[in-house]
């Protein structure tokens, strides 16, 4: 079974730096494409940064600039670097991996952002 891990979230005052981590572990297969998702609360879920097997990446308006994502070394690894924290960053992180037609998403992890 495919299981998505992200770590890293915490409380962090504006302007401050994060860095989240994700592991899909359980499979030989290399996955597409890895993504970052966030969902602030109240708020629908939204897709803020993605990342190909080919290293293409995307990002959110609402974060271009700030966030970075990568791939690891390790198989199905990816991180989010995240500077200059803003309050509105505040939500619940999700991690996304995607082979063909399937998906799996991680537990998820808080990242509050004080004022």
């Known amino acids: 079974q495919v299981q998505v891990v992200e770590s890293g979230g915490g409380l962090v005052q504006a302007g401050g730096s994060l860095r989240l981590s994700c592991a899909a572990s359980?499979?030989?297969?290399?996955?597409?494409?890895m993504s970052w998702y966030r969902q602030p609360p109240g708020k629908q879920r939204e897709l803020i940064a993605n990342?190909?097997?080919?290293?293409?990446?995307n990002y959110a308006d609402s974060v271009k600039g700030r966030f970075t994502i990568s791939r690891g070394n390790a198989k199905n690894t990816v991180y989010l670097q995240m500077n200059s924290l803003k309050p509105e960053d505040t939500a619940v992180y999700y991690c996304?991996?995607?082979?063909?037609?399937?998906?799996?998403w991680g537990q998820g992890t808080q990242v509050t952002v004080s004022s």
């Open positions: 996304n991996a995607v082979r063909r037609w399937s998906n799996y």
């Open positions: 359980g499979t030989i297969f290399g996955m597409d494409t």
């Open positions: 990342i190909t097997s080919g290293g293409t990446t």
